[in-house]
């Protein structure tokens, strides 16, 4: 596609629940990044791919996070037993190669809330 | 540990005046720099970034930022800003010894008036 494609756009969920966020990257990018945006706070990294493996996931919060990346392209960001805390805007990024060698692409995130 | 401070949470300023944007970051490491606009209901593109060479860098729509290795700074400036300007700036630095990973500041949100 175009750019990077994040689905749902918006999700409400219920405590408890799980969900999946997915992200679709710009097509022949190898590296696919998920960050988190809380209300007044800066970008926060979560997890980092190149192709389908994971060097980086030291940005998960907790065992609750996990994501997965098939194909090196598309990934799914799953969060179990949703609570309030991690109500954010989730961002995905794609590049073609390491970030500082070409510029990073960020869809328009998934909007995630907790009630 | 590694990281990223925008001391201004929101910089209000009247339309064709000067604006700086203020960016400084933990470690004197080499670094890789950049900067990134918001603009309401879009996602993250990039402005400009530093990674070699001259420390100032020109971006799009008229944005310059200038790279202090001494300060650790990386302020991002336009010499007149427009209405269509209004947008949260992110700042963002990737260390070379974890080059991958871009850490972000919290963010300013630029507003122009009329």
């Known amino acids: 596609g175009a750019g990077v494609s994040q689905s749902p756009s918006n999700k409400v969920t219920e405590k408890g629940k799980d969900v999946e966020l997915r992200c679709d990257p710009i097509?022949?990018?190898?590296?696919l990044y998920w960050y988190r945006q809380s209300l007044g706070q800066g970008l926060e990294f979560l997890i980092y791919?190149?192709?389908?493996?994971?060097?980086?996931k030291s940005g998960l919060p907790s065992d609750r996070f996990s994501a997965e990346r098939t194909g090196g392209s598309v990934s799914t960001l799953t969060i179990q037993r949703t609570q309030q805390e991690d109500s954010a805007v989730y961002l995905c990024?794609?590049?073609?190669?390491?970030?500082?060698?070409?510029?990073?692409?960020f869809g328009q995130g998934t909007r995630l809330t907790v009630v | 540990a590694q990281s990223v401070t925008q001391l201004d949470s929101q910089v209000p300023v009247f339309e064709e005046a000067p604006v700086e944007l203020r960016c400084n970051y933990s470690?004197?490491?080499?670094?890789?720099l950049f900067w990134y606009v918001q603009y309401p209901n879009q996602g993250l593109q990039l402005l400009l970034k530093?990674?070699?060479?001259?420390?100032l860098v020109k971006g799009i729509n008229g944005f310059e930022a200038e790279f202090n290795k001494s300060q650790t700074s990386f302020h991002l400036r336009k010499p007149s800003v427009h209405i269509s300007d209004t947008a949260e700036y992110f700042c963002?630095?990737?260390?070379?010894?974890?080059?991958?990973?871009?850490?972000f500041g919290s963010g300013t949100r630029l507003l122009v008036r009329p």
């Open positions: 791919f190149q192709g389908n493996s994971a060097p980086d």
């Open positions: 990024a794609s590049s073609l190669a390491r970030v500082t060698n070409t510029e990073a692409f």
């Open positions: 097509s022949g990018h190898t590296a």
């Open positions: 470690s004197s490491v080499s670094v890789y």
């Open positions: 963002a630095v990737s260390w070379m010894d974890s080059s991958y990973k871009l850490i």
């Open positions: 530093y990674l070699s060479g001259s420390t």
